[in-house]
């Protein structure tokens, strides 16, 4: 019993000595690779205890619904865990930066990986590349590609585009006052099976394509955009859509 009270107590101390910090970063340091390039490492660790209850129309009676969260599926009580390594480069002219990402809800499979048993330990599969970006400087204009957060009007609520999908991206600047930027995002590319054993094949691409410019005027951003969706047969489950947007922000 003394034993476990003396874990207890280790456990509590710890707790409290690390949770002002552990949604926080860990730190970060730079490093030079060669002459020119700086190499930065960077990481954070968050665990998010959640609790959810009577959350069909807040009616005891019914069964929970499940919630799901960045970590997968949850019921009842869980603890979210989001680990981040990452790391990012700079040189005259290019730059890039990965983060890896393990976002799971805490259980001893994926904690305690084994390859023996009959468990199953998916932390290996979560631990992955989660956003990427690699940029290089022709002159006047940036060619920039990878998957990360992109978006058409995120400033201003996002209510058209804001999500992680990837892209490939040209931009550029007109002075200190004006850039631009056309992005082409892949939401799908594939191509379905139309039909058993037919050997015909449908496309179901889902490309989109923002131009966007950003004026500078005082102490604001004034920034015109435009927009198409392309969505072609069998993508999603829907048929052919194609729409034009257009906005400001």
């Known amino acids: 019993m003394k034993k476990s009270y003396l874990a207890l107590l280790v456990s509590i101390i710890f707790i409290l000595a690390t949770v002002g ?17 700086d190499l930065t490492l960077f990481g954070s660790n968050r665990f998010i205890p959640t609790y959810c209850s009577n959350m069909n129309d807040f009616d005891s009676d019914k069964e929970d619904w499940v919630t799901l969260d960045e970590g997968g599926w949850g019921a009842g009580f869980f603890v979210r865990n989001e680990l981040r390594l990452g790391f990012a480069g700079k040189g005259e002219n290019f730059g890039f930066r990965v983060i890896l990402e393990n976002d799971i809800h805490y ?29 290089y400087d022709f002159g006047p204009i940036r060619l920039t590609t990878g998957w990360d957060v992109t978006w058409a009007d995120l400033k201003t609520g996002g209510l058209l585009y804001g999500d992680d999908h990837p892209f490939i991206m040209l931009s550029g600047k007109a002075g200190d006052t004006m850039d631009w930027q056309v992005n082409m995002l892949i939401i799908e590319d594939s191509d379905d099976l139309n039909g058993e054993f037919t050997g015909k094949y449908r496309d179901s691409d889902w490309y989109a394509y923002i131009a966007k410019m950003n004026f ?34």
């Open 107 to 135: 259980s001893k499979a994926n904690g305690d990986r084994n390859s023996y048993g009959n468990s199953d330990s998916p932390f290996g599969g979560e631990f992955s590349v989660e956003r990427s970006k690699f940029w």
């Open 21 to 37: 910090s552990s949604f926080a970063a860990m730190g970060e340091g730079t490093v030079s690779a060669k002459k020119g390039v």
């Open 216 to 249: 500078k005027v005082g102490g604001l951003t004034l920034s015109p955009f435009a927009s198409f969706s392309d969505m072609r047969k069998g993508a999603q489950g829907i048929g052919n859509s194609q729409a034009y947007y257009g906005g400001f922000e």
